[in-house]
């Protein structure tokens, strides 16, 4: 059956033949107009399409009228994807009648810079890795913040002094573009937990600043922090789970156990023999973010078939 | 985008004549023998006889009338396949022609939601319920996860005391109502009846059939289901952005996990503003509703004390995220 979709961030990002889309180009240029100067944090659609007119090669031909009705439409999406809002209407200046008045949400600005980091200058590469890292520290701070916010946010800091955070920036851009499911900016940090890099020396790095952020914690947030990961990846993998019935059944029964997953595994001997099986969550985290493409993340002893390591878990 | 673009009514309570188009291009499934495959001018030409919402100047020849629907429906179908009521397979060439039509196939779920829109019209409901009994007892008997022995059960419920005509139309307005959840599975159509606010007699008899089919459930299966409800309830609640102490929350969570018959909630209290955890039986969640009326709980703010004051913000509005 043909899964329903809602709107996701992915159409931002949606890519063919390598290149961008025309439409995700637009909506890209959409949201850098929200980095361009603080006075337009609101705007009409008149305001978006002559600013689009007037700095892009590409409609410098197209009168501001007849930008409107594309402009309208993915300002629309944009509204459904909670990345600009509809805060009231103004008169038309030079008809009668109101238009309506736009603004930026905070995570519009978060993927602003994330586009802009595309830049092939250094500079304003490096500006925008600078303004990615402040706005997550910001997202990520609260008044009562939750484990996993704390947690994430001492990881990022720890990532950013050592040098290792435009590599997560380039994670997000590739999570984005892959066509995942992204509902939203909280989706999105989440699916960060799936790191992953083809350098050895990255990953290395990166496993030694997340251990070491994790056993800073005192003992209650670490478990509060596995927990959280732990039902990150076991709802994920109930959406993929070919026996729904069989999955469940043992995910029930490791509930209570904050460090390990219930994942499925198949035996590449008999093809057929399909398991869920209990698996130490962080020794999974570690083997996936080396994972390389073809490669299986982890491989067990098949029990019915008893061949060695022929019991392969999950890439998820 | 949701199943309300099938639903929707200008101020005068009449069908968008968009709406008419959506319930048509469905409707057309049920002409088509399961599974069939139909292409875009083949469409077409059935809406121009049977659409309402098309019209044309008098005197257009029955032969254009199919080419001008069909100019008019692409941009139309876009919003189905979001919903994955209808899928294209590939497209094959016009005959004598240089351009191509679309060749379309309706999943399980177009078809169902055909039926329950047929079922509006009183004329067709009793065959329409009993397809769509045949179409969700076949689902359902196919799969063998706890959810979908409990939708079996309450399914057959409805059946065997006669009152298809109460579940059809409570989903009808369940489909209406919602503006936020595209039906991907047919198990869909159950979650969004649970979570949304109906009050009248057929809400009374859901309540109580669903009571009797987590009931009828084996022990194993119940715990299995009941601990799904709960998952979902209490990601919701760690999600959503009104909840009131994040860091009180995922401790109370974490202690609860266990426990598949209680299911961990943060509510507010009206007055006071003072932030509680509690915990809710898990077989009532998915039966209360919506209706943003505080809980029948006491606030454990001495200074404030009063009845009846404490929201769960999931309870206002479940899929309101970060």
Not at chain 1, 70 to 96: F, Y
Not at chain 2, 231 to 245: I, P, Q, R, S, T
Not at chain 2, 248 to 275: H, M, S, W
Request: some cysteine; charged content about 25%.
């Amino acid at each position: 059956m043909t899964e329903g979709n809602t709107v996701q961030l992915g159409i931002i990002f949606d890519r063919a033949n390598g290149k961008y889309i025309k439409a995700a180009s637009l909506y890209q240029i959409i949201l850098l107009f929200s980095l361009s100067g603080t006075d337009h944090r609101s705007f009409t659609r008149w305001k978006m399409c002559k600013w689009l007119k007037e700095n892009h090669q590409c409609f410098e031909k197209r009168s501001v009228d007849s930008l409107q009705p594309l402009v309208g439409r993915k300002i629309e999406k944009l509204i459904e994807l909670h990345l600009v809002h509809e805060i009231g209407t103004q008169p038309i200046s030079t008809a009668t009648g109101q238009t309506s008045v736009y603004a930026f949400d905070s995570t519009s600005y978060f993927l602003g810079w994330l586009i802009e980091s595309f830049s092939p200058d250094p500079v304003r590469k490096n500006k925008a890795i600078d303004k990615l890292f402040n706005i997550l520290q910001l997202m990520l701070e609260s008044d009562t913040p939750s484990s996993m916010s704390i947690f994430l946010k001492l990881l990022i800091r720890r990532m950013k002094i050592e040098g290792v955070f435009t590599h997560l920036v380039d994670y997000i851009i590739e999570l984005l573009e892959s066509g995942n499911q992204i509902r939203d900016i909280s989706d999105l940090i989440n699916q960060t937990l799936l790191f992953r890099h083809p350098g050895l020396d990255v990953v290395n790095k990166y496993n030694e600043l997340w251990q070491k952020t994790l056993i800073e914690l005192e003992p209650r947030m670490i478990q509060l922090v596995m927990f959280r990961i732990k039902l990150f990846y076991e709802q994920r993998m109930k959406e993929r789970a070919i026996h729904l019935a069989e999955f469940e059944k043992v995910r029930f029964d490791a509930r209570k156990r904050f460090d390990k997953i219930v994942l499925e595994c198949g035996c590449l001997s008999c093809k057929k023999c399909i398991r869920y099986e209990e698996i130490d969550l962080t020794e999974y985290m570690v083997r996936l973010r080396y994972h390389i493409k073809g490669i299986p993340a982890l491989a067990k002893d098949c029990p019915s078939y008893h061949s060695i390591g022929s019991l392969q878990i999950i890439d998820l | 985008m949701a199943t309300g673009i099938l639903f929707q009514r200008d101020r005068k309570g009449r069908l968008k004549s968009h709406a008419k188009i959506f319930r048509d291009i469905l409707r057309f499934s049920l002409n088509l023998e399961e599974c069939n495959q139909f292409s875009q001018k083949e469409l077409a030409a059935w809406l121009a006889s049977n659409c309402s919402a098309f019209e044309f100047n008098p005197g257009t020849p029955t032969k254009t009338k199919p080419y001008k629907v069909l100019r008019e429906i692409g941009p139309l179908l876009g919003p189905l396949v979001e919903l994955g009521l209808i899928y294209q397979i590939g497209s094959e060439p016009e005959k004598n022609g240089t351009s191509e039509f679309a060749i379309w196939k309706y999943p399980v779920a177009g078809r169902l939601l055909a039926l329950i829109i047929d079922s509006i019209d009183l004329e067709h409901r009793i065959q329409s319920n009993h397809k769509i009994y045949e179409i969700l007892r076949l689902h359902h008997s196919s799969n063998k996860s706890s959810k979908h022995q409990f939708f079996l059960q309450l399914l057959t419920i409805y059946h065997q005391h006669d009152r298809l005509d109460d579940l059809t139309e409570i989903i009808t307005e369940a489909l209406e109502k919602l503006d936020y959840i595209p039906v991907k599975d047919l198990t869909d159509i159950y979650e969004i009846v649970s979570i949304t606010h109906f009050t009248d007699e057929k809400a009374r008899v859901f309540i109580s059939n669903w009571k009797s089919a987590l009931n009828n459930l084996d022990p194993s299966t119940k715990n299995l289901f009941l601990y799904d409800i709960k998952l979902v309830y209490e990601e919701l609640m760690a999600n959503h952005k009104d909840l009131g102490d994040p860091s009180l929350f995922e401790g109370y969570r974490f202690d609860l996990r266990g426990d598949p018959e209680e299911t961990a909630l943060q509510a507010r209290c009206i007055k006071c503003n003072i932030v509680q955890n509690l915990s809710y039986k898990t077989s009532n969640l998915s039966i209360r509703s919506l209706n943003n009326k505080p809980l029948d709980i006491k606030c454990p703010n001495p200074k404030c004390g009063l009845d009846n004051c404490l929201v769960v913000p999931i309870f206002v509005n479940p899929f309101d995220t970060l």
